[in-house]
């Protein structure tokens, strides 16, 4: 059964729940609720496990927070022998407009910390990422408060889509592959 592990990107406690930061936790929970599956605390991660289609999904959510995603993102993967090219990382990004996401099998961490701290730790880039656009609309010096804030009321409708279409992401990930998946979502405006 081939396996894949699922990272969702975020911080943990109330303070951060439902922030564009925590995008990341919000899409694997999604995920793990539509396939009947619950979390619980272990080593560095919440971790829900999901059998789908002949797929087993390990889909974490660290407990170290954002800066630190490395160490958990590495501890699971070797733990379930998870290949690189078999892990997602979902992450909010600054650089993509709300009405974007985008699928790449490697690149740079765009100046994402938590992105930054997995690189460090991988010695690498190239590990497949999706990215969750979150726009930039923020006056200057304002760039945490906007990223650690909770979404606008008018934002909801299109982020909960966009979750959707996430979960979808992850699944076809799975069983068709990254480039097919790519090709799917990379160009698609929500």
Request: contains cysteine; proline residues 3%.
């Amino acid at each position: 059964m081939a396996k894949f592990l699922i990272i969702g990107l975020g911080n943990i406690g109330d303070d951060y729940a439902n922030t564009r930061h925590n995008i990341g936790f919000d899409i694997v929970h999604a995920f793990v609720t539509k396939h009947g599956a619950s979390f619980k605390i272990d080593r560095l991660a919440y971790i829900a496990e999901v059998k789908w289609k002949g797929k087993q999904f390990v889909c974490i959510c660290p407990t170290t927070f954002m800066n630190l995603s490395g160490r958990a993102f590495k501890y699971w993967q070797d733990k379930e022998k998870v290949p690189v090219e078999n892990t997602l990382t979902i992450v909010d990004d600054l650089a993509l407009s709300l009405d974007k996401i985008r699928l790449r099998p490697g690149g740079s961490d765009g100046g994402h910390n938590g992105l930054k701290d997995i690189q460090a730790i991988l010695g690498t880039d190239k590990y497949p990422k999706l990215r969750f656009g979150i726009g930039n609309n923020y006056p200057k010096g304002r760039q945490a408060d906007f990223v650690l804030g909770k979404w606008q009321k008018e934002e909801l409708a299109l982020v909960q889509l966009k979750i959707a279409k996430c979960v979808e992401v992850i699944e076809n990930f799975a069983t068709i592959g990254i480039e097919q998946t790519m090709n799917g979502v990379n160009n698609t405006s929500f």
